[in-house]
């Protein structure tokens, strides 16, 4: 509140002016009119003076700070300055509509609008779209309406969430392309919109500039600078809130459209207007005192008010001075370009740091401007100025905002927001909430800086670049430390310390990103590109990231904080360097543009340049740091790449000299060096980060700004230096100089034993990839594009969204490749075939994956690409496995193939000089050695290296000069000192070349020392016999290091002399160069000189190395010698791919095509017969070493094994467990086919159980039962089936809702409370079922387990503090052999196979005699064979399942009955749990026993051992005699019984019983086993009655006429002899019977269903046919009666029963006799095609609790809910809103779809799992959380998967990531 503010500021508040009451009480609306009158004269003076004098005593701004001024309780009441606000607004308004009602003023100007841009601004996250199509800018965007509006099929457009807010382009030609308009912005509507009459803004003229002054002077009197850095948040906010509706008023205004935005800009732009009103003159204090606060504002945010000093204002710069200025700016930073911010003096000068040239910016006044003077001239201005200073409330910013669609306004904010851009840097250093701070700043940067127009004009007008530069560089000067690389004492270079928060949190980036963004623009860039002052400050900065980060490798133990800066130090390089980079880069694409390119090359150099000195570098660098981040060479190189590709430019002319070149090439190849010590695990005690390093620069998202320019300018600097040179410096920085001897033992005295393997690969594959890498060298856009692809494509299927993130593309949204764009989609289909998700409705989700196209592996798969791609290396394995996989399947190659060798595209000339590494001695040397070595089985060699070695050799052969010149020896002298290994440089000579003899330095203890040689070797110690300058070399064999690098020392001579000429000065600093590096003396063991007799050359090794390859003696056969035709047509598919044995075969071939000599000595070779290779001994060490590939392969083929066995142990389990329940446990006999059950031959007397927990397998008994593993969940499914095959739709408008009445479970309940209003209450809970909704579904893995085991089992895991995905407390497990989610055990009855001999044996009794055993049997509670009295270890199981079914589910599921716990509602719940169990079974089995089958769910039913424990409990509940229906089916009963009962409610008639929960009743109160011709009594009994049910529904049904005619028609039957088994004569009677009551007093015919065949194989089974049955008669249901007393007798009992009840209502007993049987199986909800349908009504959706937008809405799949998640609105009793419904709609299971995410949620009991989304894009993928914001369409196969698990509620097996949900959802 201002109140305080007001207050502290001190000073008596002046007396407020008295006020006549009458005056106050004035209508408003009369004093408006009168004043508009007065105002409209033409001399309107007197007016105007009425209005202020008014105005001023409405919108004083001490009103409402007086009055808050007398405390905050004031405020808290309610009446305090609120209402003296509201007051105020109330007269703004009033006047503003000039007497008239406010809202019809709104009207009137609305009509006059003629703006044709849309505007509309949002905050952040609000859904917007993007059309990459109709975009000019990047940065377009559409809101949702205009989107939809206008016509974008085909687009390439996305939806996002905006992240800072924005604001809707449509209508604006500048952004996007007219043709991607909305219909409603299409039109230009301004021609026909009438003009503005002068009267109706008026008095806006007049009102607003007061009103907008009264809200600066409460920003000014509201801000208090925060006290000693205490942030006043709070107060600043509260300020902002006691604003809040005078702001919004102000939005409202921007709302109405052009013309008051016109008006409003005239108010906030007119000079004049401010200047009266604001300069604090004159006599008023309150506007003093005010006009100090400004400047006391101004004064502490380190800003001048232009009057105190003299100085420019922004405002007016003499043209000249821009860059004049910034040159004398750079010049003064000298050698460094060190700067210093202004307000910090030299505390540290005494640290050594004085050396430093410190130039303060301040030494040039233009500068200083930029940051420190501001000056403002009208009310826009200082708006903007307050809404940085209170940290850009969202309120301001949408009004100003808003008011961009003015033309004139957006000029005047944009130069204003200009000339406030260094204050709002300093106001985001200082931020507490920087995040949200960036986020509105770029709000409103976007929408100005996107215009190419604008831009251009403000950098004309206003000096935009200079401002953005010198604030980024004054920004990130305030965190610059030493840099430590190289000289740490004397180096004078500073770099970002990137722990600083400014770079942590990335402060920078709206700077940054407003900086890219006006690079995007040409006519911008080219300024800048021009600008040589602006360039070399530019080079300035980015030499502040040069080398930040610094690593140092820790050699003694690990470090104790890993620290992350790193990800720091990457994010700023990227975006701070190389983003702007890529920006100045498109723009550099034509012949036109060199002289950009010079102009960045050059200054580019100078900063290296100064780099160098300033880091003290001279040839050397240090060991063990290492800088992964060198953007000055990145720049230059990519520089240089674009001019030699795209501007024609000369390579030499933009290139330094030769000492340049080799300083340049240092960091980036020790950044290559690095990487390889990094994987070899060499930087291990530095921790994980340095790994993560290592990976990020590789990074598809990094690697085209990092590794690719650094590869690219070794590739320049390898290609101009002496490759000599070149080579030697490789293999000294990857340290493995020492290893390359001929000697089989050596001394490595900078790397350890263990490391020098993987360097030497990592050194080799870096000159495969140096020398075969194009990606600058002369491929075009398309062919990087579908190399990139490929190799990513090999590593693995991709979906199309992550081929899109791995395919670098320009990081600078203007260049390059456009995600989506056509070539990408061109190329796509061009290399690879779209696979299509598969779906298996136990499977994981697939995703739509696009995998190779078979000739790509054939042709295109490019090993030295994917390893350059990889981040991980397992990633290079799995392209190999993938690969060998496809050439055994096309059978191309058996075996284990080799990184197949691939054909380059063609050099472009100017990097031809690349080519002579490839042909330089030193290489030459070093592949002989490593061949002679690999076939010697030296240590610390690998198979990796052979491929590599063979590479080069290949390499070397494809580009080798045409003909082959031997003349090429003879160069002048100095240049020969190899002449002893080799005579040319050419390698296609120097294959055939024989070396003889050898000298090399060795420990004494290695093997050649013992051989003494000859006096005479010396002579001939090393090379060629033709060699004639022998004594020359030995001279030179001093130094302790293998004969291969004596080239090294000399080459060093020589670029000393090349330094030396260069630099005369420089003589003293540069060290003496020796090779004391490579040996310390000391160090080692004793070398001595030993002299080896090779007598090879590279093309004998080549043979002997295919002999050993193969393990073949003379395996190698030239084959030219049988096909001449090879030499002719040497591209030959045979030898493309294949192991080492055919890439030997490949050189060959192509060495002899080069040569008719080498052609000769291979065939000479192959005559001599060859000396048996020896057998090969391990050594120790090497077993050491033995591959780790190898070792991890034989582990997990050991695994594989290992699994396979327990699968198929695991398989044969479920077998005999099928096996046994399908023998002994024949199910419950209603489910299962007695035919089946009489092929079972019985065997064993007792059935016997495996226990999966301690193995014994044994029958279950009474004192140690077994029980079985299940799930019990309480089910609703049953409860969604309707009789309607309509589909539901899910509602995607207000007027579709969905209303449960026509579902299963609401009918019943419907029923039940019927039959409760009527009848007895015990009685009506028998006559039907529950668990419709909420019943008991019970599921089995099959598998069994003692009970007890299963208790110890469940304290192990109680004492498991593993987290598991379930509670144990709550009984839940998995089982132990399957691993299926369970939770609790059925114990298994101790039965004998008796059951199934009692089935089979047939009887002959009556049903008379049957009926009547049944009903003694019923009568008999001792009859069941466990006596329950004595209480066995069994029974109290059973009991304790029983208690765990009816915890499943809650109790408003099973208490139905009006006396709560009455044993009647037991005993319904438990058939219930029957019933319930049975339809669920039926539903699974598709809804029909003979078409279906048994499903999968037969497997996991376990209706048996269910129905043993129901019948036990039920039998505790013997039934009266006298209420057991039992006795109204099978007799007649005396009549006058009848009547006695009148006051008391009678019984539910029988013919309104549920029949089939009749039959479940019966059977589970018989004792069991149950015995066949007992049940098939019961079903007859029953049928009966079902067909009595039947024909009374149908006669209701009929109509009147229909009646009669069937009542005549039976009449005449009905003493034929069948008449008992004719429906005909049967409805007949009926009918007649029924007559007698009211029934058919309503009318209403309704249609009746058909019969099914379905009915003629289940009677069968039943028993209820005869056996002698013709099938040919049409059958005919009622043929199938059996009645047990006189039909007419007992009908017409059961008639009178509901004669006696439809006597009183007959509108109710008419409902309750027509009961549907037939309910369709329940489905989900149907989903519309297309996601955004669901999205754009949902999302916008109000919550009906709190009728606020949820965060997070979603719908139950269900039923249609529309629910919040998490939503604290909808909380009840701490349970949120989804876990509630699930347990309302679902009985504890929900499934929902989350509207913003797309994805489905599966909520189980206290658990849920996220599912997936059935919604998938074009190309086959989820995109979780819309990210990616393409169309979504749904999928009919994964969303059939989600309602099959539903239905066979399986979720809990399938779904494998549960976790508690705490009710929280």
């Given at each position: 509140?201002?109140?305080?503010?007001a207050?502290?500021?001190?000073?008596?508040?002046?007396?407020?002016?008295?006020?006549?009451?009458?005056?106050?009480a004035?209508?408003?609306?009369?004093?408006?009119?009168?004043?508009?009158?007065?105002?409209?004269?033409?001399?309107?003076?007197?007016?105007?003076?009425?209005?202020?004098?008014?105005?001023?005593?409405?919108?004083?701004?001490?009103?409402p700070?007086?009055?808050?001024?007398?405390?905050?309780?004031?405020?808290?009441g309610?009446?305090?300055?609120?209402?003296?606000?509201?007051?105020?607004?109330?007269?703004?308004?009033?006047?503003?509509?000039?007497?008239?009602?406010?809202?019809?003023?709104?009207?009137?100007?609305?009509?006059y609008?003629?703006?044709a841009?849309?505007?509309?601004?949002?905050?952040?996250?609000?859904?917007?779209?993007?059309?990459?199509?109709?975009?000019?800018?990047?940065?377009?965007?559409?809101?949702?309406?205009?989107?939809?509006?206008?016509?974008?099929?085909?687009?390439?457009?996305?939806?996002?969430?905006?992240?800072?807010?924005?604001?809707?382009?449509?209508?604006?030609?500048?952004?996007?392309?007219?043709?991607?308009?909305?219909?409603?912005?299409?039109i230009k509507?301004?021609?026909?919109?009438p003009?503005?009459?002068?009267?109706?803004?008026?008095?806006?003229?007049?009102?607003?500039?007061?009103f907008?002054?009264?809200?600066?002077?409460?920003?000014?009197?509201?801000?208090?600078?925060?006290?000693?850095?205490?942030?006043?948040?709070?107060?600043?906010?509260?300020v902002?809130?006691?604003?809040?509706?005078?702001?919004?008023?102000?939005?409202?205004?921007?709302?109405?459209g052009?013309?008051?935005?016109?008006?409003?800009?005239?108010?906030?732009t007119?000079?004049?207007?401010?200047?009266?009103?604001?300069?604090?003159?004159?006599?008023?204090?309150?506007?003093k005192k005010?006009?100090?606060?400004?400047?006391?504002?101004?004064?502490?945010?380190?800003?001048?008010?232009?009057?105190?000093?003299?100085?420019?204002?922004?405002?007016?710069?003499?043209?000249?001075?821009?860059?004049?200025?910034?040159?004398?700016?750079?010049?003064?930073?000298?050698?460094?370009?060190?700067?210093?911010?202004?307000?910090?003096?030299?505390?540290?000068?005494?640290?050594?740091?004085?050396?430093?040239?410190?130039?303060?910016?301040?030494?040039?006044?233009?500068?200083?401007?930029?940051?420190?003077?501001?000056k403002?001239?009208?009310?826009?201005?200082?708006?903007?100025?307050?809404?940085?200073?209170?940290?850009?409330?969202?309120?301001?910013?949408?009004?100003?905002?808003?008011?961009?669609?003015?033309?004139?306004y957006?000029?005047?904010?944009?130069?204003?927001?200009?000339?406030?851009?260094?204050?709002?840097?300093?106001?985001?250093?200082?931020?507490?909430?920087?995040?949200?701070m960036?986020?509105?700043?770029?709000?409103?940067?976007?929408?100005?800086?996107?215009?190419?127009?604008?831009?251009?004009?403000?950098?004309?007008?206003?000096?935009l670049?200079?401002?953005?530069?010198?604030?980024?560089?004054?920004?990130?000067?305030?965190?610059?430390?030493k840099?430590?690389?190289q000289?740490?004492?004397?180096?004078?270079h500073?770099?970002?310390?990137?722990?600083?928060a400014?770079?942590?949190?990335?402060?920078?980036?709206?700077?940054?990103?407003?900086?890219?963004?006006?690079?995007?623009?040409?006519?911008?860039a080219?300024?800048?590109?021009?600008?040589h002052?602006?360039?070399?400050?530019w080079?300035?900065f980015?030499?502040?990231?040069?080398?930040?980060?610094?690593?140092?490798?820790?050699?003694?133990?690990?470090?104790?904080f890993?620290?992350?800066t790193?990800?720091?130090?990457?994010?700023?390089?990227?975006?701070a360097?190389?983003?702007?980079?890529?920006?100045?880069?498109?723009?550099?694409?034509?012949?036109?543009?060199?002289?950009?390119?010079?102009?960045v090359?050059?200054?580019?150099?100078?900063?290296?340049?100064?780099w160098f000195?300033?880091?003290?570098?001279v040839?050397?660098?240090?060991?063990?740091?290492?800088t992964f981040?060198?953007?000055?060479?990145?720049?230059?190189?990519?520089?240089?790449?674009?001019a030699?590709?795209?501007?024609?430019l000369?390579?030499?002319?933009?290139?330094?000299?030769?000492?340049?070149?080799?300083?340049?090439?240092?960091?980036?190849?020790?950044?290559q060096?690095?990487?390889?010590?990094?994987?070899?695990?060499?930087?291990?005690?530095?921790?994980?980060?340095?790994?993560?390093?290592?990976?990020?620069?590789?990074?598809?998202?990094f690697?085209?700004?990092?590794?690719?320019?650094?590869i690219?300018l070794?590739?320049?600097?390898?290609?101009?230096?002496?490759?000599?040179?070149?080579?030697?410096?490789?293999f000294?920085?990857?340290?493995?100089?020492?290893?390359?001897?001929?000697?089989?033992?050596?001394?490595?005295?900078?790397?350890?034993?263990?490391?020098?393997?993987?360097?030497?690969?990592?050194?080799?594959?870096?000159?495969?990839?140096?020398?075969?890498?194009?990606?600058?060298?002369?491929?075009?856009?398309?062919?990087?594009?579908?190399?990139?692809?490929?190799a990513?494509?090999?590593?693995?299927d991709?979906t199309?969204?992550?081929?899109?993130?791995?395919?670098?593309?320009n990081p600078?949204p203007?260049?390059?490749?456009?995600?989506?764009s056509?070539?990408?989609?061109?190329?796509?289909?061009?290399?690879a075939?779209?696979?299509?998700?598969?779906?298996?409705?136990?499977?994981?989700?697939q995703?739509?994956?696009?995998?190779?196209k078979?000739?790509?592996?054939?042709?295109?798969?490019?090993?030295?690409?994917?390893?350059?791609?990889?981040?991980?290396?397992?990633?290079?394995?799995?392209?190999?496995?993938?690969?060998?996989?496809?050439?055994?399947?096309?059978?191309?190659?058996?075996?284990?193939?080799?990184?197949?060798?691939?054909?380059?595209?063609?050099?472009?000339?100017?990097?031809?000089g690349?080519?002579?590494?490839?042909?330089?001695?030193?290489l030459?040397?070093?592949?002989?050695?490593?061949?002679?070595?690999?076939?010697?089985d030296h240590?610390?060699?690998?198979e990796?290296?052979?491929?590599?070695?063979l590479?080069?050799?290949e390499?070397?052969?494809?580009?080798?000069?045409?003909?082959?010149?031997?003349?090429?020896?003879?160069?002048c002298?100095?240049?020969?000192?190899?002449?002893?290994?080799?005579?040319?440089s050419?390698?296609?000579?120097?294959?055939?070349?024989?070396?003889?003899?050898?000298?090399?330095?060795?420990?004494?203890?290695?093997?050649?020392?013992?051989?003494?040689?000859p006096?005479?070797?010396?002579?001939?110690?090393?090379?060629?016999?033709?060699?004639?300058?022998?004594p020359?070399?030995?001279?030179?064999?001093?130094s302790?290091?293998?004969?291969?690098?004596?080239?090294?020392a000399?080459?060093?001579?020589?670029?000393?002399?090349?330094?030396?000429?260069?630099?005369?000065?420089?003589?003293?600093?540069?060290?003496?160069?020796?090779?004391?590096?490579?040996?310390?003396?000391?160090?080692?063991?004793?070398?001595?000189t030993?002299?080896?007799?090779?007598?090879?050359?590279?093309?004998?090794?080549?043979?002997?190395?295919?002999?050993?390859?193969?393990?073949?003696?003379n395996?190698?056969?030239?084959?030219?010698?049988?096909?001449?035709?090879?030499?002719?047509?040497?591209?030959?598919?045979?030898?493309?791919?294949?192991?080492?044995?055919?890439?030997?075969?490949?050189?060959?071939?192509?060495?002899?095509?080069?040569?008719?000599?080498?052609?000769?000595?291979?065939?000479?070779?192959c005559?001599?017969?060859?000396?048996?290779?020896?057998?090969?001994?391990v050594?120790?060490?090497?077993?050491?070493?033995?591959?780790?590939?190898?070792?991890?392969?034989?582990?997990?083929?050991?695994?594989?094994?290992?699994?396979?066995?327990?699968?198929?142990?695991?398989?044969?389990?479920?077998?005999?467990?099928m096996?046994?329940?399908?023998?002994?446990?024949?199910?419950?006999?209603?489910?299962d086919?007695?035919?089946?059950?009489?092929?079972?031959?019985?065997?064993?007397?007792?059935?016997?159980?495996?226990?999966?927990i301690?193995g014994?397998?044994?029958?279950?008994?009474?004192?140690?039962p077994?029980?079985?593993?299940?799930?019990?969940?309480?089910?609703?499914?049953?409860?969604?089936?309707?009789?309607?095959t309509?589909?539901?739709?899910?509602?995607?408008?207000e007027?579709?809702?969905?209303?449960?009445?026509?579902?299963?479970?609401?009918?019943?309940?419907v029923r039940l409370?019927?039959?409760?209003?009527?009848?007895k209450?015990?009685?009506?809970?028998?006559?039907?079922?529950?668990g419709?909704?909420?019943?008991?579904?019970?599921?089995?893995?099959?598998?069994?387990?003692?009970?007890?085991?299963h208790?110890?089992?469940?304290?192990?895991?109680?004492?498991?503090?593993?987290?598991?995905?379930?509670?144990?407390?709550?009984?839940?497990?998995?089982?132990?052999?399957?691993?299926?989610f369970?939770?609790?055990?059925?114990?298994?009855?101790?039965?004998?196979?008796?059951?199934?001999n009692?089935?089979?044996?047939?009887?002959?009794?009556?049903?008379?005699d049957?009926?009547?055993?049944?009903?003694?049997l019923?009568?008999?509670?001792?009859?069941?064979?466990v006596?329950i009295?004595?209480?066995?270890?069994?029974?109290?199981?059973m009991?304790s399942?029983?208690?765990?079914?009816?915890?499943?589910?809650?109790?408003k599921?099973?208490?139905?009955?009006?006396?709560?716990g009455?044993?009647d509602?037991?005993?319904?719940?438990?058939?219930?749990?029957?019933?319930?169990?049975?339809?669920?079974?039926?539903?699974?089995?598709?809804?029909?026993?003979?078409?279906?089958?048994?499903?999968?769910?037969?497997?996991?039913?376990?209706?048996?051992?269910?129905?043993h424990?129901?019948?036990?409990?039920?039998?505790?509940?013997?039934?009266?005699?006298?209420?057991?229906?039992?006795?109204?089916?099978?007799?007649?009963?005396?009549?006058?019984?009848?009547l006695?009962?009148?006051?008391?409610?009678?019984?539910?008639?029988?013919?309104?019983?549920?029949?089939?929960?009749?039959?479940?009743?019966?059977?589970?109160?018989?004792?069991?086993p149950?015995r066949?011709?007992?049940?098939?009594?019961?079903?007859?009994?029953?049928?009966?009655?079902l067909?009595?049910?039947?024909?009374?529904?149908?006669?209701?049904?009929?109509?009147?006429?229909d009646?009669?005619?069937?009542?005549?028609?039976?009449?005449?039957?009905?003493?034929?002899?069948?008449?008992?088994?004719?429906?005909?004569?049967?409805?007949?009677?009926?009918?007649?019977?029924?007559?007698k009551?009211?029934?058919?007093?309503e009318?209403?015919?309704?249609?009746?269903?058909?019969e099914?065949?379905?009915?003629?194989?289940?009677?069968?089974?039943?028993?209820?046919?005869?056996?002698?049955?013709?099938?040919?008669?049409p059958?005919?249901?009622?043929?199938?009666?059996?009645?047990?007393?006189?039909?007419?007798?007992?009908i017409?009992q059961?008639?009178?029963?509901?004669?006696?009840?439809?006597?009183?209502?007959?509108?109710?007993?008419?409902?309750?006799?027509?009961?549907e049987?037939?309910?369709?199986?329940?489905?989900?909800?149907?989903?519309?095609?297309?996601y955004?349908?669901?999205?754009?009504?949902y999302?916008?959706k109000?919550?009906?609790?709190?009728t606020?937008?949820?965060k997070d809405?979603?719908?139950?799949?269900v039923?249609?809910?529309?629910?919040?998640?998490?939503?604290?609105?909808?909380?009840?009793?701490?349970?949120?809103?989804?876990?509630?419904?699930?347990?309302?709609?679902?009985?504890?299971?929900?499934?929902?779809?989350?509207?913003?995410?797309?994805?489905?949620?599966?909520?189980r009991?206290?658990?849920?799992?996220?599912?997936g989304?059935?919604?998938?894009?074009?190309?086959?993928?989820?995109d979780?959380?819309?990210?990616?914001g393409?169309p979504?369409?749904i999928?009919?196969?994964r969303?059939?998967v989600?309602?099959?698990?539903?239905?066979?509620?399986?979720?809990?097996?399938?779904?494998?990531r549960?976790?508690?949900?705490?009710?929280?959802?």
């Amino acid at each position: 509140m201002a109140a305080a503010a007001a207050a502290a500021v001190g000073g008596p508040q002046p007396p407020q002016p008295e006020l006549p009451a009458a005056g106050l009480a004035l209508d408003k609306a009369a004093t408006a009119a009168h004043l508009k009158a007065a105002l409209s004269r033409p001399d309107n003076r007197a007016g105007a003076e009425e209005l202020q004098a008014l105005l001023e005593r409405v919108l004083s701004a001490e009103r409402p700070l007086a009055v808050a001024a007398d405390g905050e309780e004031a405020a808290a009441g309610g009446g305090g300055p609120g209402a003296a606000e509201e007051e105020a607004l109330e007269w703004c308004k009033c006047l503003l509509a000039g007497g008239g009602g406010y809202e019809e003023f709104c009207a009137a100007v609305r009509a006059y609008d003629p703006a044709a841009l849309c505007g509309l601004v949002w905050t952040a996250n609000f859904v917007a779209y993007r059309c990459r199509t109709c975009g000019i800018s990047p940065c377009m965007s559409l809101c949702a309406e205009c989107f939809h509006q206008g016509d974008h099929t085909g687009h390439d457009f996305n939806m996002f969430r905006s992240q800072a807010g924005g604001a809707c382009d449509c209508g604006d030609s500048n952004v996007m392309r007219e043709s991607g308009f909305c219909r409603r912005h299409q039109i230009k509507s301004s021609s026909n919109i009438p003009c503005v009459p002068k009267d109706l803004l008026m008095m806006s003229e007049f009102v607003l500039p007061r009103f907008i002054f009264c809200l600066i002077q409460y920003l000014r009197e509201g801000y208090n600078e925060p006290a000693a850095d205490v942030p006043s948040e709070k107060d600043l906010s509260k300020v902002l809130q006691l604003l809040e509706p005078q702001i919004s008023f102000l939005e409202d205004l921007t709302k109405m459209g052009g013309a008051m935005r016109s008006v409003l800009t005239q108010v906030l732009t007119n000079q004049q207007n401010y200047k009266d009103l604001t300069s604090g003159l004159g006599e008023n204090t309150c506007a003093k005192k005010s006009h100090e606060k400004y400047l006391i504002a101004l004064k502490s945010s380190g800003l001048t008010y232009p009057e105190d000093k003299l100085v420019y204002g922004i405002q007016e710069p003499s043209a000249g001075t821009s860059t004049l200025a910034v040159q004398g700016f750079a010049g003064a930073t000298g050698t460094l370009g060190q700067l210093d911010s202004s307000d910090e003096e030299d505390q540290d000068g005494s640290q050594g740091l004085g050396k430093r040239k410190r130039v303060k910016l301040s030494s040039s006044t233009k500068d200083q401007s930029i940051m420190d003077v501001l000056k403002h001239k009208s009310f826009l201005e200082e708006l903007l100025f307050w809404t940085i200073k209170y940290e850009f409330p969202q309120k301001m910013v949408t009004f100003l905002l808003n008011m961009l669609p003015d033309q004139e306004y957006k000029v005047a904010f944009t130069k204003t927001f200009v000339q406030h851009y260094a204050f709002i840097m300093k106001t985001l250093k200082k931020s507490h909430e920087s995040d949200t701070m960036s986020n509105r700043i770029v709000h409103i940067s976007v929408q100005l800086f996107s215009n190419e127009e604008l831009a251009r004009q403000v950098t004309e007008e206003c000096q935009l670049l200079d401002i953005m530069v010198t604030v980024l560089l004054y920004m990130m000067e305030s965190c610059l430390i030493k840099s430590e690389l190289q000289d740490e004492e004397n180096s004078l270079h500073v770099v970002v310390n990137c722990g600083e928060a400014l770079l942590k949190n990335n402060t920078y980036w709206p700077l940054v990103s407003d900086f890219i963004n006006i690079l995007s623009h040409q006519s911008v860039a080219k300024k800048f590109l021009e600008d040589h002052g602006l360039l070399v400050t530019w080079m300035n900065f980015v030499s502040f990231f040069q080398g930040m980060n610094l690593n140092k490798r820790e050699l003694n133990e690990h470090v104790e904080f890993e620290s992350q800066t790193y990800y720091a130090a990457f994010a700023a390089e990227l975006e701070a360097c190389a983003q702007p980079m890529w920006g100045l880069l498109s723009h550099c694409k034509v012949r036109e543009t060199q002289e950009y390119t010079r102009n960045v090359v050059r200054y580019c150099l100078e900063a290296l340049q100064d780099w160098f000195d300033a880091i003290n570098f001279v040839d050397e660098p240090a060991p063990n740091q290492v800088t992964f981040h060198l953007p000055l060479h990145r720049y230059y190189a990519m520089f240089l790449s674009k001019a030699v590709k795209c501007q024609e430019l000369d390579l030499d002319s933009v290139l330094p000299d030769q000492e340049m070149l080799m300083k340049l090439m240092i960091h980036p190849l020790q950044i290559q060096a690095s990487l390889a010590e990094i994987h070899s695990n060499m930087w291990v005690r530095n921790g994980l980060q340095i790994k993560g390093q290592a990976m990020t620069y590789v990074q598809s998202h990094f690697c085209n700004s990092m590794i690719d320019p650094d590869i690219y300018l070794l590739q320049v600097c390898a290609s101009r230096l002496d490759p000599d040179y070149f080579i030697s410096s490789v293999f000294e920085r990857f340290k493995v100089v020492d290893l390359l001897t001929m000697a089989s033992q050596h001394q490595n005295t900078v790397l350890d034993a263990e490391h020098e393997r993987s360097m030497l690969e990592g050194a080799l594959t870096f000159l495969v990839i140096l020398l075969s890498l194009r990606l600058h060298l002369g491929m075009s856009d398309d062919e990087i594009l579908r190399a990139e692809m490929v190799a990513q494509l090999c590593m693995n299927d991709r979906t199309h969204s992550s081929l899109l993130d791995l395919i670098p593309e320009n990081p600078n949204p203007k260049s390059g490749i456009i995600p989506g764009s056509y070539s990408f989609e061109s190329v796509l289909s061009a290399v690879a075939d779209f696979k299509a998700p598969v779906f298996e409705p136990g499977g994981s989700m697939q995703q739509g994956m696009y995998t190779p196209k078979a000739e790509v592996w054939d042709q295109e798969f490019d090993p030295v690409m994917v390893i350059l791609r990889t981040v991980y290396r397992r990633d290079v394995q799995s392209a190999m496995d993938r690969y060998t996989a496809f050439l055994k399947q096309n059978g191309k190659f058996p075996g284990n193939p080799w990184p197949p060798y691939k054909k380059r595209t063609p050099l472009h000339p100017s990097y031809k000089g690349l080519m002579r590494l490839l042909h330089c001695k030193t290489l030459h040397i070093v592949l002989f050695t490593l061949l002679y070595k690999i076939l010697m089985d030296h240590q610390n060699l690998s198979e990796h290296v052979l491929c590599m070695v063979l590479y080069l050799i290949e390499l070397g052969l494809e580009n080798s000069a045409d003909e082959e010149s031997d003349e090429e020896a003879s160069v002048c002298g100095p240049e020969r000192c190899h002449d002893s290994w080799f005579p040319g440089s050419n390698l296609v000579a120097n294959m055939r070349h024989f070396i003889n003899y050898v000298r090399v330095r060795v420990p004494e203890t290695a093997p050649e020392v013992k051989r003494d040689s000859p006096a005479s070797t010396s002579s001939d110690s090393l090379g060629s016999l033709q060699s004639s300058r022998r004594p020359k070399v030995l001279q030179r064999e001093n130094s302790g290091t293998a004969q291969v690098f004596s080239l090294v020392a000399e080459r060093r001579k020589k670029f000393q002399e090349i330094i030396n000429r260069s630099s005369n000065e420089a003589n003293q600093v540069v060290r003496p160069k020796t090779s004391s590096k490579w040996s310390a003396p000391g160090s080692a063991p004793q070398l001595t000189t030993a002299i080896l007799e090779i007598k090879e050359s590279i093309l004998s090794l080549l043979i002997k190395l295919h002999h050993k390859l193969s393990g073949k003696q003379n395996s190698y056969y030239p084959p030219w010698l049988d096909d001449i035709e090879i030499l002719i047509q040497p591209e030959i598919p045979k030898y493309s791919h294949g192991d080492g044995i055919t890439a030997v075969e490949r050189i060959l071939l192509k060495a002899a095509l080069q040569s008719r000599m080498n052609k000769r000595i291979i065939e000479e070779i192959c005559r001599k017969v060859t000396p048996p290779v020896p057998p090969r001994k391990v050594t120790a060490a090497e077993k050491k070493t033995l591959d780790k590939e190898e070792r991890r392969q034989k582990a997990r083929e050991r695994q594989q094994k290992l699994l396979a066995e327990f699968a198929s142990r695991q398989k044969s389990f479920m077998e005999t467990a099928m096996d046994v329940e399908r023998f002994f446990f024949s199910d419950s006999p209603e489910n299962d086919i007695p035919m089946e059950i009489t092929t079972a031959e019985p065997q064993v007397s007792e059935a016997v159980y495996d226990c999966v927990i301690c193995g014994q397998s044994g029958p279950s008994s009474e004192d140690r039962p077994t029980g079985l593993v299940v799930l019990l969940q309480a089910s609703s499914v049953l409860g969604q089936c309707r009789d309607n095959t309509e589909p539901k739709k899910l509602p995607i408008t207000e007027e579709e809702q969905i209303y449960p009445w026509d579902t299963c479970a609401a009918v019943h309940d419907v029923r039940l409370s019927l039959l409760q209003r009527y009848f007895k209450d015990s009685s009506c809970l028998l006559a039907v079922s529950i668990g419709w909704e909420g019943g008991v579904y019970v599921q089995t893995c099959g598998h069994t387990l003692h009970i007890d085991c299963h208790k110890s089992y469940m304290e192990s895991l109680r004492n498991d503090q593993v987290l598991q995905g379930f509670s144990v407390d709550k009984g839940e497990f998995t089982c132990p052999l399957c691993r299926q989610f369970a939770n609790s055990v059925l114990p298994c009855y101790p039965g004998s196979n008796m059951e199934n001999n009692l089935w089979q044996r047939p009887s002959n009794k009556s049903l008379q005699d049957l009926i009547k055993e049944v009903e003694e049997l019923q009568g008999r509670p001792g009859a069941f064979p466990v006596s329950i009295s004595s209480e066995t270890n069994l029974s109290k199981e059973m009991e304790s399942v029983m208690k765990d079914i009816k915890n499943t589910t809650q109790k408003k599921y099973r208490d139905y009955s009006k006396t709560p716990g009455s044993p009647d509602n037991d005993f319904l719940f438990m058939y219930s749990v029957a019933r319930t169990n049975l339809e669920l079974e039926l539903i699974h089995r598709g809804g029909n026993l003979c078409s279906g089958g048994a499903s999968t769910a037969g497997k996991r039913s376990c209706l048996n051992q269910l129905f043993h424990v129901l019948a036990l409990h039920m039998r505790l509940y013997s039934i009266d005699s006298e209420f057991n229906p039992w006795g109204k089916l099978t007799q007649l009963e005396e009549m006058n019984s009848q009547l006695g009962n009148e006051e008391q409610q009678p019984e539910v008639p029988i013919l309104y019983h549920d029949v089939t929960s009749l039959l479940l009743i019966q059977i589970l109160m018989m004792p069991q086993p149950l015995r066949k011709d007992h049940f098939t009594c019961i079903v007859k009994v029953l049928f009966a009655l079902l067909y009595t049910q039947a024909l009374v529904a149908l006669s209701v049904k009929c109509n009147e006429e229909d009646r009669s005619a069937w009542k005549h028609t039976g009449a005449l039957k009905k003493n034929t002899c069948d008449a008992e088994k004719s429906y005909k004569v049967l409805l007949s009677f009926v009918i007649s019977e029924l007559s007698k009551g009211k029934l058919y007093h309503e009318e209403g015919a309704q249609e009746c269903a058909m019969e099914e065949e379905e009915f003629s194989v289940l009677s069968s089974c039943l028993g209820l046919l005869p056996t002698f049955y013709q099938t040919e008669h049409p059958f005919i249901s009622a043929s199938c009666l059996d009645w047990p007393v006189p039909a007419f007798d007992i009908i017409a009992q059961w008639c009178s029963e509901i004669n006696s009840f439809t006597e009183r209502h007959a509108e109710q007993g008419k409902a309750l006799l027509i009961q549907e049987s037939r309910w369709k199986l329940p489905h989900l909800l149907q989903l519309p095609e297309n996601y955004n349908t669901i999205f754009q009504y949902y999302h916008r959706k109000t919550c009906s609790v709190c009728t606020k937008v949820p965060k997070d809405p979603a719908v139950c799949l269900v039923c249609g809910t529309f629910v919040c998640l998490k939503g604290l609105c909808c909380k009840q009793q701490s349970y949120c809103e989804c876990v509630l419904h699930s347990q309302n709609c679902g009985a504890g299971t929900g499934i929902f779809l989350l509207v913003n995410a797309s994805v489905i949620i599966i909520i189980r009991g206290h658990r849920f799992c996220l599912w997936g989304s059935v919604y998938l894009d074009a190309h086959g993928e989820e995109d979780r959380d819309l990210r990616r914001g393409k169309p979504l369409y749904i999928c009919k196969e994964r969303y059939k998967v989600l309602e099959q698990q539903w239905i066979s509620h399986t979720f809990d097996h399938i779904n494998k990531r549960w976790g508690p949900h705490y009710n929280g959802l």
